[in-house]
Each structure stands twice: as structure tokens, then as C-alpha cells.
């Protein structure tokens, strides 16, 4: 299993700038969440979904759209970049049923000039 | 509402010497708390989680953490650290009440062993 993979690494983008940042899983997890991680503030929730069709917003979700229209595959688009979206993304997986953690991928370095 | 307090920003320890990381918690209900692992240009890695049962919980690498409801913490300690255990560790909490995918993490606390 790859687990959970995001693409690109790092991307740098001028403000105004739009783009996707991609996550797949292979594990059959039926949630997927999007995290942006700022120095000092933790991860905070941009976006999750329950299941393919179904999104929510969480504590910072301004400024970013999500859909999942499938189990494996969960985007994060950026609509208009901003400086304020300068960050590290991380997508994470769980199951649905039960108590578990949440599998993280490898993260995205998004800089906004 | 849900949060989490990790109280310092660093935490340096000696190589061989006991490592704890201090994490306090609030929830409306019960809580299910968990500790991850961060090291340099890596995602989260899971390390435990406390769920029900008994207060302390071992984990991966030698960690464990013990909950104590009266104080609403969930420390996670290590006997003996290692120069390897140097990276950045995040609490987090979900109500009972929550799915898996909404957690609230802390801050993080960097750990330094010094050699």
C-alpha cells in the first residue's frame, strides 16, 4: 500500500494564482480531511469529507474548495492565492467505523508571492 | 467545542534521561486522545491512543502516555530518550461525539535531545 500520497512537494505560485493540490489514498478510508500546518498554531482543518459526494467546512476553510468524487481521491483547490496561504498541507485518511487514527501524507510546501 | 493545550514550545532533555511532553485537554463529553510524531519535512506518524480502559497506554518506540481524567491531561513520557526522538510532537482530542477525521491538535512541542 502507498498509503496516502500528495502531489506536488512544494509549489510556489504568485498571488492571484490559482491551483489544485492533489491527495489519493489506497486504503479504502471512507473520511479525508485537508490540514494546513503554520509555526506556532498547530494543524488547523481546512476541509473533510465523509464519504465520495459528501464535504464539509472546518476551522479555516476561506479561500479553499474541496470535492470528492471518489473514495480514493480528495483535492484542495486553491481559487485566488494569497500570501495569508503560505503554508504546509497535509491531507490525512481514516476509517469511518471505530476509533482511529488519521494516516497522513507527506505534505505540500505552498508558497505565495 | 474541542481543544488541546501544549503548554511549551521546547523541551529539552539529555540524552538517557526520562522525556515527557505535557498535554491538556477540553471537551464537552469523553474524549479520545491521541499523540503523533512529526520529524523535519515528514508528515504525522501515530504514536498512541487512549480510547477506554487503563489510564496508561504504550505506543510505538517506547512511548507511553497516561490519561488522568480529574486533571484532563495526557502526558506522553519515555523512559529513556534517544538523540532519534528529537522531531515535533503534537496532542490531539476528539469528543466522543466526533468522527475520526475531526480532530483538535495542539500546537506541538519540539523535543531536543542533546547527546
Known amino acids: 500500500n502507498a498509503g496516502v500520497t500528495q502531489t506536488p512537494k512544494f509549489q510556489v505560485l504568485k498571488t492571484g494564482q490559482s491551483m489544485t493540490l492533489q491527495c489519493a489514498q489506497d486504503?479504502?478510508?471512507?473520511?479525508m480531511s485537508w490540514y494546513r500546518q503554520d509555526p506556532g498554531m498547530g494543524l488547523r482543518l481546512i476541509h473533510y469529507?465523509?464519504?465520495?459526494?459528501?464535504?464539509d467546512q472546518g476551522e479555516v476553510p476561506n479561500g479553499y474548495n474541496v470535492s470528492r468524487s471518489t473514495t480514493e481521491d480528495f483535492p484542495l483547490r486553491l481559487l485566488s492565492a494569497a500570501p495569508s496561504q503560505t503554508s504546509v498541507y497535509f491531507c490525512?485518511?481514516?476509517?469511518?467505523?471505530?476509533?482511529?487514527?488519521?494516516?497522513f501524507g507527506p505534505g505540500t510546501r505552498l508558497t505565495v508571492t | 467545542a474541542q481543544s488541546v493545550a501544549q503548554p511549551e514550545d521546547q523541551v529539552n532533555v539529555a540524552e538517557g534521561n526520562p522525556l515527557t511532553v505535557k498535554c491538556t485537554y477540553s471537551?464537552?463529553?469523553?474524549?479520545?486522545l491521541f499523540w503523533y510524531v512529526q520529524y523535519p519535512n515528514r508528515g504525522l506518524q501515530f504514536l498512541l491512543k487512549?480510547?477506554?480502559?487503563?489510564?496508561l497506554v504504550k505506543g510505538s518506540y517506547g512511548f507511553e502516555a497516561e490519561f488522568n481524567k480529574s486533571q484532563t491531561s495526557f502526558h506522553l513520557k519515555k523512559p529513556s530518550a534517544l538523540v532519534s526522538d528529537s522531531a515535533l510532537y503534537f496532542c490531539?482530542?476528539?469528543?466522543?461525539?466526533?468522527?475520526?477525521?475531526?480532530?483538535?491538535f495542539g500546537k506541538g512541542n519540539q523535543v531536543v535531545v542533546i547527546p
Open positions: 486504503m479504502n478510508h471512507e473520511y
Open positions: 487512549y480510547i477506554t480502559g487503563d489510564n
Open positions: 469529507s465523509v464519504g465520495a459526494g459528501i464535504t
Open positions: 471537551v464537552s463529553g469523553n474524549p479520545y
Open positions: 490525512a485518511s481514516t476509517p469511518g467505523t471505530g476509533v482511529h487514527e488519521q494516516y
Open positions: 490531539a482530542v476528539r469528543d466522543i461525539g466526533y468522527g475520526n477525521n475531526r480532530l483538535a
